[in-house]
């Protein structure tokens, strides 16, 4: 199993609530933007956290904690993830799942068989520019299909984009807002060049916060809500 982190507590997307986060190795993608290239280059560097021992400690915190968020690297790569979501449901807790969504089988799977409770959406920009995200070919009918599964509504999502300058622009926003019409949330995020993978991504100069209000009004124009977070 590819658990590589494991952090006490955090607040989830909702005032009040608490949870654990659980950090998968491995992606399917390479962003140049990825602010965890540990865990995508070179996962088999960090130490697994051994399966029994992380529910073990989950259940010693669920006095306190409302539930558990699920990130990578892409954690629907793991063929364990459907076992620990399952112990971590009997544990009364709720889960967010954070995935790029292209991995359609799995994620039918987990909410399906009720096994998240949020799905957190990561729209990267155009899906005829998802090459330029990896070293190799990316297959997007998987994308398509899971954007399809959640637009029906069977369980809570919240889209969000990293507003990279040239990967993100206006076009992007309103192809992908095309994808998602109607849905109840998108957020909009700063992005962060620090701690990028590629050395050119961590060259560039974020969006002012002018534009980004910008990109959030065309992206109101398709969707209930629009935020904006890292300003």
Known sequence: MAVKGYQGTSLLDYP???ASLIF???CNLTCPYCHNPALVLNPEQLPDYPLPDLVAELKRRRSFIDG????????TLDPQLPLLLRQIKELGLQVKLDTNGLNAEVLAELVWEGLVDLVAFD???APERYGELHSGPVD?????KNLALLMEGPVECEFRTTCVPGLVTEDEIRTLGALIQGAPCWML????????LSEAARQLQP???KHLETLAVVAGNYV???GIRGL
């Open 16 to 18: 009040g609530h608490i």
């Open 24 to 26: 998968f190795g491995g």
């Open 68 to 75: 558990v968020v699920i990130g990578g690297g892409e954690p």
């Open 123 to 125: 729209l990267k920009t």
């Open 140 to 144: 997007i009918s998987g994308l398509m």
């Open 189 to 196: 995020q700063q992005y962060v060049p620090q701690r990028a």
């Open 207 to 209: 969006y002012t916060k």
């Open 224 to 226: 209930e809500e629009v």
